[in-house]
């Protein structure tokens, strides 16, 4: 079974740092792109940053310059450092993954449970 656990979340002042990591566990095959995602209240789910196996990376116009995606292959791991945090950041930040776990399947987003992000003025 595949999961998804993300860490890191928090209640940072407008201005500081968040570090967001997630692990994708279980019996992966392949993993194409991997990718954060955010909610806020009210509002739709929206892209933040993605990057794929390769280590090409795309970000939300939002959050350029200020957070970096990256990744581990070896350890199915993606990391969102968050840096010059504003209170529009405060969402919940998904962690999301391309993946197969058996070749007889095709690639399929997976999702974590979602961390908490909360940036005060």
């Known amino acids: 079974q595949v999961q998804l656990v993300e860490s890191g979340g928090g209640l940072v002042q407008a201005g500081g740092s968040l570090r967001l990591s997630c692990a994708v566990s279980?019996?992966?095959?392949?993993?194409?792109?991997m990718g954060w995602y955010r909610q806020a209240p009210g509002k739709k789910r929206e892209l933040v940053a993605a990057?794929?196996?390769?280590?090409?990376?795309n970000y939300a116009d939002a959050v350029k310059g200020r957070f970096t995606i990256s990744r581990d292959n070896a350890r199915n791991t993606v990391i969102l450092q968050m840096s010059s945090l504003s209170p529009e950041d405060t969402a919940v930040y998904y962690c999301?993954?391309?993946?197969?776990?058996?070749?007889?399947?095709?690639?399929?987003?997976?999702w974590g449970q979602g961390t908490q992000v909360t940036v005060s003025s």
């Open positions: 999301n993954a391309n993946l197969k776990w058996i070749a007889v399947l095709p690639f399929r987003d997976y």
């Open positions: 279980g019996t992966i095959l392949s993993i194409n792109a």
């Open positions: 990057i794929t196996s390769g280590g090409t990376t």
